[in-house]
């Protein structure tokens, strides 16, 4: 069972920062949080990850709260090809490998 | 070059026929996946290898059979096939001890 929470849906404007919000209160010391798109049915695509501290890549930036408690997505200048599910995954690294999907957030950019 | 490749991408087929769906990765990796995606879009992994080793077995029904000829392959047989199997069937591979998971394209099956 997944063990975050996410909104069924967001809107963004072409352009703007899109900021996905993720529920994890559960999360375990050595878990890491994930996150992953699917753009249109295509196979899923990483997108970042995080144990602690704030990450940032080429596609987005990741802030994860002091507690670990929840953490946020930023998409920092919104496009159309950004439109997709974006899922919020907890694992631990050193483990299992499995990623366990939740219904995640369905993000509709908007001209 | 595609790093994860399934084939074949649309799959239709009758009840009780066997099929079998293959992936192959370029990339190197130790861990191979199949993960199932079905219509309400839950996508749920199936079964894991490990150099060419079993490692994950989500209690799937046992007419699924895959096998790993070697690390950089990883077939699903389906035996039997039923309704119920159609879905969208998406191969993945990681580093053992990876950061991020490489996924196919899926290989969209239907069974009438």
């Known amino acids: 069972d997944a063990k975050t929470t996410q909104p069924p849906s967001m809107d963004c404007a072409e352009g703007r920062a899109a900021n996905l919000p993720c529920n994890h209160s559960?999360?375990?010391?050595?878990?890491?949080v994930y996150w992953y798109r699917q753009i249109h049915s295509q196979g899923p695509q990483y997108i970042i990850h995080?144990?602690?501290n704030n990450e940032t890549n080429e596609m987005a930036s990741l802030i994860i709260t002091e507690d670990r408690k929840s953490s946020t997505l930023i998409l920092p200048h919104a496009t159309l090809r950004d439109t997709a599910v974006y899922y919020c995954?907890?694992?631990?690294?050193?483990?299992?490998?499995?990623?366990?999907f939740g219904t995640g957030t369905r993000l509709t950019i908007i001209p | 070059d595609t790093a994860v490749s399934q084939t074949p991408k649309y799959l239709v087929t009758q009840m009780g026929n066997d099929k079998s769906i293959k992936c192959e990765q370029n990339?190197?990796?130790?861990?191979m996946y199949w993960y199932k995606q079905d219509s309400k879009k839950f996508l749920k992994i199936m079964f894991s290898?490990?150099?060419?080793?079993?490692?994950i077995n989500e209690t799937v029904p046992n007419r699924f059979s895959p096998k790993s000829p070697d690390k950089a392959h990883l077939n699903l047989h389906i035996n039997s096939l039923e309704l119920g199997d159609s879905a969208v069937y998406f191969c993945?591979?990681?580093?053992?001890?990876?950061?991020?998971?490489?996924f196919g394209q899926g290989t969209r099956l239907t069974v009438v």
């Open positions: 993945a591979s990681s580093q053992r001890v990876g950061i991020e998971a490489f």
């Open positions: 559960t999360i375990s010391g050595n878990e890491y």
């Open positions: 995080g144990l602690k």
């Open positions: 995954i907890v694992r631990v690294v050193f483990g299992n490998e499995k990623l366990t």
């Open positions: 990339l190197g990796h130790d861990t």
């Open positions: 290898y490990n150099n060419k080793e079993l490692i």
